[in-house]
């Protein structure tokens, strides 16, 4: 690695950190003051009006779960029905409707903040359903994840409550009070630096060769906006953030990258805040920062360090990456991407070596923690906390204790059933994929680019990725069949909505307890000795899990180059 490559890599790296550090704390104040505050605006009101929805009205974490289910049912309803009715609808470009199981596959993966496609955005979708359906997923998907993690955080701050909050009013002010107007300036940033925005349809031109092309339009900057805001990750353009309408520089890329990281980094401050202790806060930032640095680096390594003739020419491995951005510039992205729920790219990670493209699928089996996705990440840390202050209870002979609630045969049950819900999905899914006959002949003959242990990696993937609500995928797999359209569907909605239940009725039981007052005997939990000890869970829990799948696929793969 020459000079100029480390410098770049420095700079980034310190741009990125001195931007997150500059939004932490004012961004982290502002979204505890959204979910704690009295007043509702006068457009919330309105919407209250409308919906006939009492905002002084607390609910139960049975009547929270209905309304969450109910709000996303609808929902799938919605962009399902709209999808099939494309034909007929205005600026549809032409463009017939989707096939029911792929329009299934995509309301499911928009609802569950996966954002999973499964077709060609530019090819498949017009603009009425990208902005109308989409566009408006990706706005209230990821509103919904900041509504569950709040609550969560609520059961711990309350104090014999039979309540956690309205669910209605924590999804109006999450959209209307932070997602709406951040990327309504993130979309005006990412104009200026040439992401296009019109409904001009396609255009055609003359290649200098003399060629005929058709160039595609659409509302990009728009979409962007929220797509890497609320780490949803879907984009208009097949190659995602690779596309240059998408992402047209280095600096576009880094601030994309940004936007992925700002209010998930910004969220353990909201929880520092509502609970009444900012170094609460600092420790889950601390490991969330921790495994993030970790993983950019194993996997910039990976990339850097491609054996081949090739990459020692290039400097590294440049295959299914854009020398717009470089290596550093797509790892970092790749990492982003993968550690927080967006599924966005900029690089073909099926495209990367083996041990690279082992990474990104670590850091989604990690439970997407480090930051996560806006809400799912704080509350999946939060479990992460349950299960090691449990551990550590073990390990000091009480009862254990989490911001002075007590950790009971309840609590760690619900706990470890949300930890318990994605690898089941996972490995199922990639188990009956190859375990049916039927199945398997069709998947090894129809979707599998690449056979062998890189075709297992493949499936391996996409069910990691659907069932963690990522969306992200090895582009060596062609998912748009009857089995891969069902059966993921079916992993995104259980990989959402399962570990949901399990949040809420923590929160429930939280919120019914009084405070336990420390004692000498109280495992503190804002010290290096517990981030040391969460850390270790998350580690330890994935590789007890994930690791003989893994041997099976990308580890093969790559100890046999």
Do not use: N, Q
């Given at each position: 690695m020459d000079s100029g490559t480390i410098w770049s890599i420095v700079l980034t790296s310190l741009t990125l950190l001195v931007a997150l550090g500059l939004a932490y704390r004012p961004l982290g104040d502002y979204i505890a003051r959204i979910y704690t505050g009295q007043r509702d605006l006068a457009v919330e009101r309105g919407t209250y009006r409308l919906i006939g929805v009492d905002p002084r009205s607390a609910q139960t974490w049975q009547a929270y779960?209905?309304?969450?289910?109910?709000?996303?049912?609808?929902?799938?309803?919605?962009?399902?029905?709209?999808?099939?009715?494309q034909a007929v609808l205005p600026l549809s470009l032409g463009f017939d409707a989707p096939g029911e199981a792929l329009s299934f596959n995509t309301a499911v993966s928009f609802v569950t903040n996966t954002n999973w496609q499964s077709y060609g955005g530019e090819t498949t979708l017009g603009y009425t359903v990208q902005f109308a359906a989409l566009t408006v997923q990706n706005f209230v998907s990821a509103a919904v994840g900041i509504a569950i993690a709040v609550a969560l955080v609520r059961g711990f701050a309350y104090r014999r409550s039979g309540v956690i909050g309205n669910f209605w009013v924590d999804l109006v002010r999450g959209t209307y009070r932070l997602l709406l107007p951040f990327s309504i300036v993130a979309a005006v940033v990412l104009l200026a630096g040439g992401v296009i925005q019109n409904l001009s349809g396609f255009t055609d031109a003359t290649t200098v060769a003399g060629a005929a092309q058709s160039i595609p339009g659409g509302p990009v900057a728009s979409q962007e906006a929220i797509k890497l805001l609320g780490t949803n990750g879907g984009g208009i353009f097949n190659t995602n953030s690779a596309h240059p309408f998408e992402n047209p520089t280095p600096w576009t890329n880094l601030f994309e990258i940004f936007l992925m990281l700002v209010i998930p980094f910004s969220l353990p401050r909201a929880f520092g805040r509502i609970v009444n202790d900012d170094r609460q806060g600092y420790t889950i930032l601390g490991v969330m920062g921790a495994i993030f640095v970790a993983s950019a680096a194993l996997l910039t390594w990976a990339e850097m360090a491609g054996n081949g003739t090739a990459p020692m020419l290039a400097g590294g491995a440049m295959e299914g990456k854009e020398v717009r951005f470089g290596i550093f510039g797509s790892t970092l992205f790749g990492t982003t991407s993968t550690l927080t729920s967006t599924g966005a790219v900029n690089s073909?990670?099926?495209?990367?070596?083996a041990l690279g493209g082992m990474m990104p699928m670590i850091n989604m089996m990690l439970g997407e923690i480090a930051p996560g996705g806006v809400g799912s990440g704080l509350y999946g840390m939060l479990i992460l906390a349950v299960i090691a202050v449990f551990v550590g209870g073990l390990l000091i002979g009480r009862t254990p204790e989490y911001l002075g609630k007590k950790i009971g045969p309840k609590e760690i049950k619900l706990a470890s059933l949300y930890i318990l819900v994605t690898p089941t999905l996972v490995l199922a899914g990639t188990a009956l994929s190859f375990g049916i006959p039927g199945i398997r002949d069709d998947v090894e003959t129809t979707s599998i680019l690449n056979p062998g242990v890189h075709g297992l990696s493949e499936v391996l993937y996409a069910f990691t990725s659907a069932a963690n609500n990522n969306g992200s995928a090895f582009a060596g797999l062609t998912a748009n069949t009857p089995w891969f359209n069902t059966a993921l569907g079916v992993a995104m909605l259980l990989g959402r909505f399962l570990p949901i239940v399990f949040v809420l009725a923590l929160a429930g039981s939280l919120a019914a307890q009084d405070a336990v007052p420390s004692t000498a005997g109280t495992l503190p939990t804002h010290r290096p000795q517990f981030a040391g000890l969460l850390a270790g869970v998350v580690v330890i829990v994935t590789a007890l899990t994930y690791f003989p799948v893994l041997t099976l696929g990308p580890l093969a793969e790559g100890l046999t180059r």
């Open positions: 779960l209905r309304s969450v289910l109910l709000f996303s049912f609808v929902g799938v309803v919605f962009v399902y029905a709209i999808m099939r009715l073909m990670h099926d495209s990367y070596t």
